[in-house]
Structure formats: C-alpha cells, structure tokens
C-alpha cells in the first residue's frame, strides 16, 4: 500500500480537487456517465503518474468503432480499474462484486460510472445483473466485467473463466472484446515504490456471428486462450518485473 500512500501524498490538494466532482457526478443524475468517466478519467491520469505507474496499452485500434460492447480481461488486482480508465479512449461501465460496493471513493466512482453491482453468492440476483447490462449494452453502453469473478493472486497467470459471466453478450449479441492485463497486479500488492510498468492489450474482438453457435463455457475457454496465449507470447520474451 505504499503507492497508494504515494499517490495521495504527491496529489493532496489535487485529490480533494478531483473526489470533489467525482461524489458531484455521483449524486446527481442529471450528470451523464459521459461527465463522470471523464473526471474518473483524469483523476487516474494524475494518480497513475504520482504513483510513478506507467500504462503501456496495445490494440486500442481493436476496439469496436460503434458503441454497445463488453470487455473482458483478466482479473490482477484492485490497480485492474485504472489500467482501463486510462487507457480506454471508450466511455465504459463495469460489474463489480459486491463486497466492495460501498467502499469509499469505489463507491463514488461506481455511481458516476453507472456501474452494477453483482451478488456472486445470490445466483437470482446475479441473473438480473446479467440481464440488467445486456439491455444497457443493446442501448450502446460498454462494459467491463472480470470473467473469473475474483482476482487470480497468481500473478501473470489466470484462473478459469466462468461461463456465465459471458451470458450478457450472448444475449445482447454484442462484440467480445478479451482483453491482456499483464503485471497490473504490482502496483498495489508490491510494498514499493520503485516505477513499474503495466501492459494492456486489447485483442480482436468476438462478433456474435463468430460465437453465436458457441455454449458459454466454450466462449470462455477461447477468451482464456486468447489472453493466456497472449501473457505467454509476451512473458516468455521479457522477465516479469
């Protein structure tokens, strides 16, 4: 948690600056999640730099032109967040777990973001969620949703994607964007503050005429290999930080 003490420090006055029209966009529904995405957008431009994180992002071309798409990376750690809100030229949305719903500043940032919230313990609940961010994807939103439902603390290396996390876009007939996350697990579980780079890359999308054929659990074993095949092509040239 060094970093985060990092961060903070080097941003004091800033960060009171930024929560401020973050809790604003939070509270009011009148503010679109455009307006919230763009100060959650340049809170993390600035904590990414005071926290000495540099984000290298590949494949940004391979995102969908038209709206109405979900994203689907592997889970690394609580720094996963900021990878995308900097690196993502796309308004986006996520489905986050419930148990970190209500905490402070997550909590804001969910509401300005119009993210949902999942009980992955209540299987009804859960089915609602689904449905709930496949109508808002038909309406053109994008998303972000973690496929293995909780972090891999396995470093560069995933846990099984859940077929049902990939539901959503079977039943919004949206493009399937899998997405690489490699080292973004250092930031916030090394004690250090030594620079660091994490790398992001957005693959090629799944269009529904692809997988539409496909059981989900078959849609999740392709988006496992898509990013796993993608990890090992890259950690394999290059030590891991």
């Known amino acids: 948690m060094r970093r985060i003490a990092l ?8 960060a009171i600056y930024y929560f401020s029209h973050i809790w604003w966009c939070s509270i009011h529904e009148s503010i679109s999640y455009e307006e919230g995405f763009r100060w959650c ?25 038209k709206d109405g798409f979900i994203m689907f990376p592997n889970h690394q750690g609580l720094f ?17 777990k419930k148990e970190a719903a209500n905490v402070i500043l997550l909590k804001q940032v969910r ?21 709930a961010m496949a109508e808002e994807v038909k309406k053109g939103r994008n ?7 909780t972090r891999s603390r396995q470093g560069n290396h995933t846990l099984e994607f859940k077929g049902g996390s990939f539901k959503a876009a079977m039943k919004a007939k949206c493009p399937i964007v899998p997405c690489a996350l490699i080292d973004s697990f250092i930031p916030f579980d090394e004690n250090s503050i030594r620079r660091v780079t994490v ?19 078959q849609i999740a074993e392709e988006v496992k290999r898509r990013i796993d095949e993608t990890i090992a092509g890259y950690t394999q040239k290059e030590p891991l930080a």
């Open 111 to 131: 509401k300005a973001l119009g993210a949902l919230v999942i009980d992955r313990e209540d299987l009804r609940q859960s089915m609602k969620i689904i449905q």
């Open 199 to 217: 790398k992001i890359f957005y693959l090629k999308p799944m269009y529904y005429e692809e997988y539409k054929n496909m059981k989900t659990t």
């Open 7 to 14: 961060m903070v420090f080097r941003l004091f006055f800033k």
């Open 41 to 65: 957008k340049k809170t993390t431009l600035a904590a990414n730099k005071a926290g000495r994180v540099t984000i290298e992002a590949h494949g940004v071309e391979n995102l969908p032109e």
């Open 143 to 149: 998303f972000i949703i973690f496929p293995e439902g």
């Open 80 to 96: 996963d967040g900021l990878v995308f809100l900097e690196s993502c030229p796309k308004v986006f949305s996520f489905v986050m």
